[in-house]
Structures are given as structure tokens and as C-alpha cells.
């Protein structure tokens, strides 16, 4: 399994920025996907989480209490992607964030551990 993050950039508060993860090496709709972000001196920390799904776009969500109704997860299986629609950016989001991959039919969860396959990062700043 291979993860590709793109859309990261520099942005004022108050600004949007979509996220996206191209996934490839398996079956996508089998795989639990989520982000994590990694601010400057910090650890790496959930954000929000997709489940696995049947359909092109379904699944059930989580978010971290610091994103939640500001952050989107969605995924499109039928172009193996999974996106974080970002809106409301604060400074405070400033971060590099990862797009991570369960194991085979593996469950969305928020811990960092429970997932195996980690993309690059792609370095969202936003400056107040």
C-alpha cells in the first residue's frame, strides 16, 4: 500500500484548504482511513477518521473535539482517495498532516498504532 498526500499550502485564519490522499496497492473500500497532523515540537495527532465501506463514498465518522465542525473526512472509492475538507483555519492548525491507512479491514480508530500505512505529509501554515 502506497499513500500520496497532496494539498497542503499557506493560508490566512478564517481560510479553507482541501487535503487529499491518493491510495494505491490494495483494495481501497477495505481499508479504514484517517489524518493525523504533526505540529512544530508537538507529537502526532488524530484528527478525523473514515470507516471502510461498501459504497463509492459511504462510511462513518470521527473527529478530534479541536476539528470537529470545522473539518470534513470524506473518501471516493471509485478514485481511491480520501480528502479533509478544511474550513474555519485557525493558526493553531498549523501543522504538517498525514494520511494514514488501516490494515486490511481494520476498524477507524483514533489511535495513532492502530494504523499501518502512512503517507508523506503535506504542510498546512496558517498565519493570523
Known amino acids: 500500500v502506497q499513500l500520496q498526500a497532496s494539498g497542503g499550502g499557506s493560508v490566512q485564519a478564517g481560510g479553507s484548504l482541501r487535503l487529499s490522499c491518493a491510495f494505491s496497492g490494495g483494495a481501497f473500500s477495505s481499508y479504514a482511513m484517517a489524518w493525523f497532523r504533526q505540529a512544530p515540537g508537538k507529537e502526532r495527532d488524530f484528527a478525523a477518521t473514515i470507516s471502510r465501506s461498501r459504497g463509492s463514498t459511504d462510511g462513518s465518522t470521527l473527529y478530534a473535539d479541536s476539528v470537529k465542525g470545522r473539518f470534513t473526512i470524506s473518501r471516493d472509492n471509485t478514485e481511491n482517495t480520501v480528502y479533509l475538507q478544511m474550513n474555519s483555519l485557525k493558526a493553531e492548525d498549523t501543522a504538517v498532516y498525514y494520511c494514514?491507512?488501516?490494515?486490511?479491514?481494520?476498524?477507524?480508530?483514533?489511535?495513532?498504532?492502530?494504523?499501518?500505512?502512512w503517507g508523506q505529509g503535506t504542510l498546512v501554515t496558517v498565519s493570523s
Open positions: 494514514a491507512a488501516s490494515p486490511p479491514w481494520g476498524a477507524a480508530t483514533t489511535q495513532l498504532n492502530d494504523y499501518k500505512y
